[in-house]
């Protein structure tokens, strides 16, 4: 739909992105109803962030009486599409869309859109810095979608001639029915399997972001992930892909002697050399593969690859260094939602880790990282609802070999860092690197990795 004037739309959530997406349609002439499960009192500064327009609230429930006269919902991200009342809409043929979806329809622009398992930040942050080196003025590059603030509130600012650089995850995803010119699909491994329930619904929600695409756009694919990899026979137009090896002879990135090269139709480049990169652990080299072959699918200089990447020392939550005390240097990495996340930052590190994990689960394995604790981590503090279930993973890959020298749990993450600080010596790392949602005590992994900062910030 991209004529909004006088229909009637229900937005269920109200988190930034349905805030976003009511600014807009309020602005487009529809008349926006919010509708949230949290109490007025709750929400009472998103409801004083609307202040003035005209909205209407329900909050404390979802009455399906909201159906009636509805034209259209909007979903925010978080919202399980297996709700009761979304579930009647689809029932009764109401269209459902998102923020994201809405942008895409409107912008004038192309959009660069990008998903993944992990990575997607640093990955659309690199490349965010790359589209900012490569445009002249009056051209401007825009990033954001999944992170920063949502490009719906300001897609009538962008041009036709400007490039956009969109994270999109698999919740927006799942519902949508338009994908970017240029989509990269950066990994698929066991993520948010408490929402999608299954392997196969997750990564049919990623392949969507290819499924809308046609011969004339771009999909980028990891040529060592098989879950990414894996989606090589939907592609329907041009496909460039990454990987540490070379690439044969497929288009793409890969590295060899320490360089970052890049070949297409036989011919090879180099764009830069690896240590250029100042971002820590392998999953950032491919990151930064990642960039590149975005950036080379887009069209962007060398140049322009080069600067975005020249300083880049990381994304906050991700593998932050938060400040070095008594030799001991404390890393926030909050963003790590996933044992697989958690797993890829202690492969990052040599020197003995202590490391703080924990929070709520995501019904994901964990006996991978279990056997990968034991053999490169000294120490363990476990907090929130998941520490049992990690425990109980990391007593079942016990062994005479393992380097784990003790397992402690806490409630609080508070009282985890208090263990850490008692337990570490100079030349140890403390890594906050969780494995799990915040959600159990956090509003989300943002919070989470802020308070930890200021926790550590107070350490004497």
Same mark, same amino acid.
């Given at each position: 739909?991209?004529?909004?004037?006088?229909?009637?739309?229900?937005?269920?959530?109200?988190?930034?992105?349905?805030?976003?997406?009511?600014?807009?349609?309020?602005?487009?002439?529809?008349?926006?109803?919010?509708?949230?499960?949290?109490?007025?009192?709750?929400?009472?500064?998103?409801?004083?962030?609307?202040?003035?327009?005209?909205?209407?609230w329900?909050?404390?429930e979802?009455p399906?009486?909201?159906?009636?006269?509805?034209?259209?919902?909007g979903?925010?991200?978080?919202?399980?599409?297996?709700?009761?009342?979304?579930?009647?809409?689809?029932?009764?043929? *109401?269209?459902?869309? !998102?923020?994201?979806?809405?942008?895409?329809?409107?912008? &004038?622009?192309? %959009?660069? +859109?990008?998903?993944? #398992?992990?990575?997607?930040?640093?990955?659309?942050?690199?490349?965010?810095?790359?589209?900012?080196?490569?445009?002249?003025?009056?051209?401007?590059?825009?990033?954001?979608?999944?992170?920063?603030?949502?490009?719906?509130?300001?897609?009538?600012?962008?041009?036709?001639?400007?490039?956009?650089?969109?994270?999109?995850s698999?919740?927006?995803?799942?519902?949508?029915?338009?994908?970017p010119?240029?989509a990269?699909?950066?990994?698929?491994?066991?993520?948010?399997?408490?929402?999608?329930?299954?392997?196969?619904?997750?990564?049919?929600?990623?392949?969507?972001?290819?499924?809308?695409?046609?011969?004339?756009? *771009?999909a980028?694919? !990891?040529?060592?992930?098989?879950?990414?990899?894996?989606? &090589?026979?939907? %592609?329907? +137009?041009?496909?460039? #892909?990454?990987?540490?090896?070379?690439?044969?002879?497929?288009?793409?990135?890969?590295?060899?002697?320490?360089?970052?090269?890049?070949?297409?139709?036989?011919?090879?480049?180099?764009?830069?050399?690896?240590e250029?990169?100042?971002l820590?652990?392998?999953?950032?080299?491919?990151?930064?593969?990642?960039?590149?072959?975005?950036?080379?699918?887009?069209?962007?200089?060398?140049?322009?690859?080069r600067?975005?990447?020249?300083?880049?020392?990381g994304?906050?939550h991700?593998?932050?260094?938060?400040?070095e005390?008594?030799g001991?240097?404390?890393?926030?990495?909050?963003?790590?939602?996933?044992?697989?996340?958690?797993?890829?930052?202690?492969?990052?590190?040599?020197?003995?880790?202590?490391?703080?994990?924990?929070?709520?689960?995501?019904?994901?394995?964990?006996?991978?990282?279990a056997?990968?604790?034991?053999?490169?981590?000294?120490?363990?503090?476990?907090?929130?609802?998941?520490a049992?279930?990690?425990?109980?993973?990391?007593?079942?890959?016990?062994g005479?070999?393992?380097?784990?020298?003790?397992?402690?749990?806490?409630?609080?993450?508070?009282?985890?860092?208090?263990?850490?600080?008692?337990?570490?010596?100079?030349?140890?790392?403390?890594?906050?690197?969780?494995?799990?949602?915040?959600?159990?005590?956090?509003?989300?992994?943002?919070?989470?990795?802020?308070?930890?900062?200021?926790?550590?910030?107070?350490?004497?």
């Amino acid at each position: 739909m991209k004529d909004w004037k006088d229909k009637r739309v229900l937005i269920i959530g109200a988190a930034r992105q349905g805030l976003a997406l009511a600014r807009y349609l309020v602005a487009e002439g529809a008349a926006v109803t919010i509708n949230d499960r949290q109490s007025e009192q709750a929400l009472a500064d998103a409801i004083q962030s609307l202040a003035g327009l005209p909205v209407k609230w329900v909050t404390g429930e979802h009455p399906l009486s909201l159906l009636d006269d509805c034209d259209a919902i909007g979903v925010s991200g978080g919202v399980p599409l297996d709700m009761p009342i979304l579930q009647e809409a689809l029932r009764r043929g *109401i269209p459902l869309t !998102n923020d994201t979806q809405v942008f895409l329809q409107r912008v &004038a622009a192309p %959009v660069i +859109g990008i998903t993944g #398992s992990a990575g997607k930040t640093t990955t659309t942050t690199l490349v965010g810095r790359m589209a900012g080196a490569q445009v002249e003025f009056p051209q401007r590059s825009w990033v954001g979608g999944n992170i920063g603030n949502p490009l719906i509130s300001v897609v009538k600012e962008i041009h036709p001639l400007d490039v956009v650089v969109m994270e999109i995850s698999s919740f927006q995803l799942e519902q949508m029915s338009i994908s970017p010119k240029i989509a990269a699909v950066l990994n698929i491994t066991p993520n948010h399997l408490d929402r999608h329930g299954t392997m196969q619904a997750y990564t049919d929600a990623k392949a969507r972001i290819l499924k809308f695409q046609d011969h004339n756009n *771009i999909a980028i694919l !990891n040529r060592d992930d098989p879950g990414s990899w894996g989606l &090589a026979p939907q %592609v329907k +137009g041009r496909l460039v #892909s990454f990987g540490m090896d070379p690439a044969g002879e497929a288009e793409g990135t890969f590295i060899h002697d320490d360089r970052v090269m890049y070949q297409v139709a036989g011919r090879v480049e180099e764009l830069l050399p690896l240590e250029q990169i100042k971002l820590r652990g392998g999953h950032n080299r491919m990151n930064v593969l990642a960039a590149c072959a975005i950036a080379k699918a887009a069209g962007f200089s060398r140049h322009a690859i080069r600067k975005g990447i020249d300083g880049f020392g990381g994304v906050a939550h991700r593998l932050e260094l938060v400040r070095e005390l008594h030799g001991v240097c404390w890393y926030n990495d909050s963003i790590a939602t996933a044992p697989e996340r958690s797993m890829a930052a202690i492969r990052s590190f040599t020197e003995p880790i202590i490391l703080l994990a924990g929070g709520r689960d995501k019904k994901l394995p964990w006996d991978e990282f279990a056997r990968l604790a034991h053999k490169r981590v000294s120490h363990i503090i476990l907090f929130g609802d998941a520490a049992g279930i990690i425990d109980a993973a990391l007593q079942n890959a016990s062994g005479p070999a393992s380097q784990l020298q003790t397992v402690s749990r806490f409630a609080k993450l508070e009282d985890a860092i208090q263990k850490a600080a008692s337990l570490a010596h100079s030349g140890d790392v403390v890594l906050l690197s969780p494995g799990c949602t915040s959600y159990d005590a956090f509003k989300d992994f943002e919070e989470r990795g802020e308070v930890f900062r200021k926790w550590v910030q107070q350490l004497s």
